[in-house]
């Protein structure tokens, strides 16, 4: 039938993704303007105008729009029938300091497109469908990766989410943005104020494996676990010049230790182990720094395998404040002064496991699309970042669809998917939408 044809408009998808990355800087290394790089943080005023642009572009698609005290926005066009809750497409506007402008965003616009696509071919589903940009998905400013949509799903208390102060330079909380630029809505951010039938999310790869392996479509299976802590190292400040090793708590060089060591003990466990926020005072040139705090972040597809690494690192982290010297971590054995430590535990994401029934409808979706060659073109796999949908997937019934991106690189402003790929991306979904709203 007609719905089986439907067909997604490339150059009005770019252009309207191009279009509202005007809010924020995204010009970088002699990179053409309309082609990469993105510097759009969460709830600053770039962020707003492009919320603004999302509120008034899906109202005027005949969408009612609601937004939660999260700032979540969510716009809904009506069904034939309304009395099960909306099929939602979701992803995120806000982007990392130096991201690129498809990370959450081709995900958001591949929705608008959805809804373009409908209008413009007068088609009715059988109940709503929704499109939904998820408040601070980044967690680059507001330390907290999925916040918003962690707490819509009951696994984040409003009040932590609320107060969670930003990253640089540290003054603002997200309560205090949110009002700031008028987004503090006043409907619940709650999965019972905002029910959801299912979740789509387009995204890009964000890795190599479908660019690499020549596929189109990544059918994506689940999410893997991690863990986000952050550790505070003190020692004593003195003077470089006149201060001798024996008399010196350097919490610089314990904190390198620290993140040397976590490196190997994630790289013997299959696992992953990232520091990407370090902070020392006093930072003077002539002082050994006496208080450094840095961020760790642990991935890896089993939830037991981020439990050992947390394990060995709350094990040895503390051993090597004292001083000890760990295998492979000899500094030629100068006796310091002990160091204190804290190991603060931010955030767990366990691994995600994502509902039949939706990836079902984005295999059988991508078939459509790809054609007769679809089963060479498209492959399942686990995503390595996190998503909005691990929360909405405790909810209610979730997938995603992946696109390849250049040189699987992503959160830097290089990152690029090509019109082809975004297009295909968002066809797939279109029709993920569709099928599942026939289920
Ligand atoms: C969230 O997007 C993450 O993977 O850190
Ligand atoms: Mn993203
Ligand atoms: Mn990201
Ligand atoms: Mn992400």
């Known amino acids: 039938d007609a719905l089986k044809s439907l067909k997604v408009n490339k150059q009005r998808l770019m252009e309207d ?29 770039t962020d707003k105008q492009a919320r603004d642009w999302f509120v008034k572009t899906t109202g005027d698609l005949g969408c009612k729009v609601t937004v939660d005290e999260m700032g979540n926005i969510f716009a809904v066009r009506p069904g034939l029938k309304n009395d099960k809750p909306p099929t939602f497409v979701g992803s995120h506007l806000d982007t990392q300091p130096t991201g690129g402008r498809y990370d959450g965003i081709l995900g958001v616009h591949a929705g608008i497109e959805m809804l373009k696509v409908l209008n413009e071919n007068w088609i009715e589903t059988e109940y709503p469908v929704g499109v939904v940009n998820w408040t601070n998905e980044e967690g680059a400013r507001f330390p907290l990766s999925m916040a918003s949509s962690g707490v819509w799903a009951g696994s984040i208390p409003l009040s932590t989410a609320h107060n969670l102060r930003e990253v640089h330079p540290g003054t603002a909380t997200m309560a205090e943005e949110l009002s700031r630029i008028g987004y503090l809505g ?83 466990n299959s696992a992953l182990s990232s520091t990407g926020i370090l902070n020392l005072k006093p930072g003077s040139t002539n002082t050994v720094p006496g208080d450094v705090s840095f961020s760790l972040d642990i991935r890896a597809p089993a939830d037991e395998t981020v439990a050992r690494v947390l394990a060995l690192v709350k094990e040895d982290f503390p ?41 079902d409808a984005v295999a059988r979706a991508a078939h459509r699309v790809l054609g007769p060659d679809s089963r060479s073109l498209m492959m399942e ?44 991306g968002a066809e797939v979904l279109l029709h993920s939408v569709l099928r599942y709203d026939r289920m």
């Open 17 to 45: 993704l191009h279009h509202t990355c005007q809010w924020g800087i995204g010009k970088r290394w002699g990179q053409a303007e309309t082609e990469t790089g993105m510097t759009r943080l969460a709830l600053s005023d």
């Open 319 to 359: 051993k090597i404040a004292a001083g000890e010297n760990l295998g492979g971590l000899n500094d030629g054995g100068t006796p310091s002064l002990p160091c204190s430590i804290d190991i603060k535990e931010d955030f767990d994401s366990p691994a995600t496991t994502f509902h039949p029934s939706c990836i």
């Open 186 to 268: 006043s409907v619940p951010a709650s999965h019972e104020a905002m029910p959801m039938a299912a979740h789509f999310e387009l995204h890009i790869e964000q890795g190599p494996l479908l660019e690499i392996t020549n596929k189109k479509v990544g059918i994506v299976t689940g999410v893997q676990a991690y863990k986000w802590l952050t550790i505070n190292v003190k020692g004593r400040d003195t003077h470089t010049g006149t201060t001798d090793l024996v008399g010196r708590a350097d919490a610089l060089l314990a904190a390198s230790k620290m993140i040397l060591h976590s490196h190997r003990l994630a790289t013997a």
């Open 381 to 424: 796999m686990t995503s390595g970042a996190g998503h909005d949908s691990v929360y909405t997937s405790k909810r209610c019934p979730t997938s995603m669809i992946f696109v390849p991106c250049r040189e699987g690189v992503s959160h830097n402003p290089e990152e690029f998917c090509n019109e082809e790929d975004c297009a295909t």
